[in-house]
Nanobody, 123 residues
Framework: QIQLVVSGGGSVQAGGSLRLSCAFF????????MAWFRQAPGKEREGVAG???????RYADSVKGRFTISKDNAKNTLYLQMNSLKPDDSAIYYC?????????????????WGQGTQFTVSS
């Protein structure tokens, strides 16, 4: 089973930038859909950015133009570059992966999850 280890959480001032990383290893399948999710206190877990097995990206409307998902296969790492950060971006962030084809940016489409990292944007 694929293993996912997230790093890069912490705090940052509003308007700042930060990059989250998700190292992955132990692949079972040749290709995976991968994604970033987040969950704020009292809120449902929501999809933030996804990269499917064909290389297509998908973003939540709230982060379009500010966040970028990418993957470096040579380093076995998935990234989420976050710019122009807002207090509403504060949440626990998770990375996820699934070997089944064309996963959507929905929680139920992913069966492999990282541990999550707390991220806070101060005003």
């Amino acid at each position: 089973q694929i293993q996912l280890v997230v790093s890069g959480g912490g705090s940052v001032q509003a308007g700042g930038s930060l990059r989250l990383s998700c190292a992955f290893f132990g692949y079972t399948y040749s290709t995976y859909s991968m994604a970033w999710f987040r969950q704020a206190p009292g809120k449902e877990r929501e999809g933030v950015a996804g990269l499917d097995d064909f290389g297509s990206t998908r973003y939540a409307d709230s982060v379009k133009g500010r966040f970028t998902i990418s993957k470096d296969n040579a380093k076995n790492t998935l990234y989420l570059q976050m710019n122009s950060l807002k207090p509403d971006d504060s949440a626990i962030y998770y990375c996820a992966a699934d070997g089944r084809p064309r996963r959507r940016l929905q929680e139920e489409d992913y069966i492999n999850w990282g541990q999550g990292t707390q991220f806070t944007v101060s005003s």
